[in-house]
């Protein structure tokens, strides 16, 4: 069973940082992409940040130059460092992992519990 577990959310105020970190657990044979995504009450989740198995990032436009993506390919890990944080950075944000447990199986998707973050002076 693979699981997604996130850390590092919590309260800071404007222009402050953090990071966010998840890690995953269990049998997994390749991840092929790691993104995070966050949602506020009453909207859809959105996609924030995203990074593939080579490499390749891609932002939203409203956190490019803010906030980095980056794993740790021996730990299973990806983290998200936020800089210059706003308040319209406040939501909860979710981890997401496609990866396969098998070498040569079908790719699937896993979510993170959420971790909230909240931009307040």
């Known amino acids: 069973q693979v699981q997604l577990v996130e850390s590092g959310g919590g309260s800071v105020q404007p222009g402050g940082s953090l990071t966010l970190s998840c890690e995953a657990s269990?049998?997994?044979?390749?991840?092929?992409?790691w993104a995070w995504y966050r949602q506020v009450p009453g909207k859809q989740r959105d996609s924030v940040a995203i990074i593939s198995t080579y490499g390749d990032t891609h932002y939203i436009d409203s956190v490019k130059g803010r906030f980095t993506i980056s794993t740790d390919n021996a730990k299973n890990t990806v983290y998200l460092r936020m800089d210059s944080l706003k308040p319209e950075d406040t939501a909860v944000y979710y981890c997401?992992?496609?990866?396969?447990?098998?070498?040569?199986?079908?790719?699937?998707?896993?979510w993170g519990q959420g971790t909230q973050v909240t931009v307040s002076s």
């Open positions: 997401f992992a496609k990866l396969n447990t098998k070498w040569g199986g079908r790719y699937e998707d896993y």
């Open positions: 269990g049998i997994i044979s390749s991840i092929y992409t």
